[in-house]
């Protein structure tokens, strides 16, 4: 499974960003995609993820209320909509992948900073 992430950038705290993890290769043998993130010095924490099938989003902590999750299986895409950023959001946001059987796999990282 290859993962392919776009978005991120600089915005303004309150501000909102969206990211795109698109998959490709044996898309058959994902459960769950989603994002990571990792803040500097900090360990990685997911944001959310959601099931292949786009039924059942699960929602980290800091993203409850402001992010929201979602996947086209047509496309073999997840998206992570972000609203009202603030500046503990800034962080490297990770595409992950699991599989059926307890593979994970990771796009390349994408830089969300949130500063005025």
């Known amino acids: 499974v290859q993962l392919q992430a776009s978005g991120g950038g600089l915005v303004q705290p309150g501000g909102s960003l969206r990211l795109s993890c698109a998959a490709s290769?044996?898309?058959?043998?994902?459960?769950?995609m989603g994002w990571y993130r990792q803040a500097p010095g900090k360990g990685r924490e997911l944001v959310a993820n959601?099931?292949?099938?786009?039924?059942?989003?699960n929602y980290g902590d800091s993203a409850k209320a402001r992010f929201t999750i979602s996947r086209d299986k047509v496309k073999n895409t997840v998206s992570l909509q972000m609203h009202n950023l603030k500046p503990e959001d800034t962080a490297v946001y990770y595409c992950?992948?699991?599989?059926?059987?307890?593979?994970?796999?990771w796009g390349q990282g994408t830089q969300v900073t949130v500063s005025s």
């Open positions: 290769g044996s898309i058959f043998s994902i459960k769950v």
């Open positions: 959601i099931t292949s099938d786009g039924r059942i989003p």
């Open positions: 992950h992948a699991g599989s059926w059987v307890g593979v994970d796999y």
